[in-house]
């Protein structure tokens, strides 16, 4: 097992990581920049380095920066979180060739998996169903072609995209063009590569996605679904498991797909894989994302395992010891509300000064959270605070847990987005379990109406 591990990240993920950790016994190193000093996992860890400004390309994207402090630090390890440098292949391959470990998938792997198309070649070799689309598109021309022969509408995705960038719905040939020019732009400026590719667009779907886990002796989990639909610009706001939509037969077909594709594949770490529901029930393969999620938690309490320890694990090569469940017998229901500084009418980003914070607490909560009353929420970074996770016997006690937990947590100073979760479980659709990725876009128009100021 490792010694000590750094953590590339910041907030609610480096905390959690950092406990993860103590329970197996190992050091922390927090990394930081200047606006995070006296950060939360800056004084959780057992030692805590800056590595630049608040820029992130000159601190957390900071590569040479990084690898110094884990030399610096003695670290064995690294662990990258979500966000920031957790899907980058040449970090992964980097940390590999200075002798540490990297907790995470093979550089390799990474980048097979995380490259949407080579990932779409994959899934069709082991039957993961797909919607139809295209290969690389050359340019624009070639994206009338392939937009006709798919059929309309089509959905334009950048190959090395993520979080709705490098995204377009195209309705008709006349909008293509322009939807390419600017998908590939955005594409470009994102993630320094505008390659560009399009799949059939799905009106109403669910967004579903399967948790994976895998070690170095050939051993592979699916650990259930989760219920991803409730978004906003393909960013996730609420999160549930397991999905209410989903029948124990196909649950039981996906997962040995999976199962098949990531052993044959030799993936070995915690996976997500995504895919798209429709209205029948059918699934289509999107994506794979080669890292913890921000969801995890709600897998962890309807299954009873620690994702991120196990992660961990696998990468020092233990031998995983779960149960071999198919499908996975769940216990109870989850649900996540991302709680971020956010203006809940605009969405604009509300960094400041927390006055007050008072997590929710009793039977059945979980709070993550990498804040705390008198810090400062910077303005350089994503704007999650916390994620409030409360678990029932059922998925109406989990919403009415949830629905209590809201009422007391209390975040003092700043706005935050907590009167609209509050709003959005309130909603029809979404205690009905009927929710697609358009029930939020609904949701926001009627959460204005009814908060915007009166003239």
């Avoid at 329970?23 to 004084?43: P, Q």
Wanted: net charge negative.
């Amino acid at each position: 097992m490792f010694k000590k591990i750094l953590i590339a990240n910041r907030g609610e993920i480096a905390m959690r990581v950092i406990r993860a950790c103590r329970e197996l016994s190992i050091r922390t190193v927090a990394v930081h920049s200047t606006a995070d000093e006296g950060a939360l996992h800056t004084r959780f860890a057992d030692e805590a380095i800056c590595i630049g400004p608040p820029p992130a390309a000159q601190s957390y994207l900071n590569v040479p920066a990084i690898i110094s402090a884990a030399e610096i630090s003695a670290a064995d390890a690294i662990h990258p979180g979500y966000g920031f440098l957790s899907e980058n292949a040449s970090f992964a391959q980097v940390v590999e060739d200075c002798g540490l470990s990297f907790i995470g998938p093979t550089a390799t792997a990474m980048q097979n998996w995380g490259d949407k198309l080579l990932a779409r070649g994959i899934a069709k070799q082991f039957d993961l169903p797909l919607l139809p689309g295209s290969d690389a598109l050359r340019d624009a021309a070639h994206a009338e072609e392939e937009a006709k022969r798919v059929g309309f509408p089509v959905m334009l995705k950048a190959r090395g995209g993520g979080g709705g960038r490098g995204m377009r719905i195209v309705r008709q040939a006349s909008e293509i063009r322009r939807a390419f020019e600017s998908a590939s732009s955005e594409a470009l400026s994102a993630f320094k590569n505008a390659e560009m590719y399009l799949e059939r667009f799905v009106e109403r779907p669910r967004h579903v996605e399967f948790q994976a886990l895998a070690d170095q002796h050939g051993q592979v989990w699916t650990l259930g679904e989760r219920e991803c639909s409730l978004q906003r610009r393909h960013q996730k706001i609420v999160e549930e498991a397991p999905c209410v939509a989903m029948t124990e037969g196909r649950r039981a077909e996906m997962g040995e797909r999976i199962r098949r594709a990531l052993r044959e594949t030799g993936y070995t770490s915690l996976g997500t894989l995504e895919f798209l529901m429709d209205e029948d029930g059918s699934l289509y393969f999107m994506e794979m994302n080669t890292r913890v999620q921000v969801e995890h938690p709600v897998t962890e309490l309807v299954t009873g395992v620690d994702l991120v320890v196990e992660q961990i694990r696998a990468a020092a090569g233990e031998r995983l010891d779960l149960p071999d469940t198919r499908p996975w017998k769940f216990r109870g229901h989850a649900i996540e509300c991302r709680i971020v500084a956010e203006d809940p009418v605009t969405f604009a980003p509300w960094p400041g000064m927390i006055t007050e914070y008072h997590p929710p607490g009793g039977a059945g909560v979980r709070v993550d959270s990498g804040v705390f009353g008198g810090w400062r929420v910077p303005p350089h970074y994503d704007s999650l605070l916390a994620k409030v996770i409360t678990h029932g016997q059922t998925r109406q006690a989990a919403i009415s847990r949830m629905q209590r937990a809201l009422d007391e947590l209390i975040i003092g100073g700043i706005r935050t987005n907590v009167d609209f979760h509050k709003k959005l479980l309130r909603d029809r659709e979404v205690l009905e379990g009927t929710m697609t990725t358009r029930t939020v876009e609904r949701v926001v128009e009627e959460f204005r109406a009814e908060y915007a100021p009166k003239s």
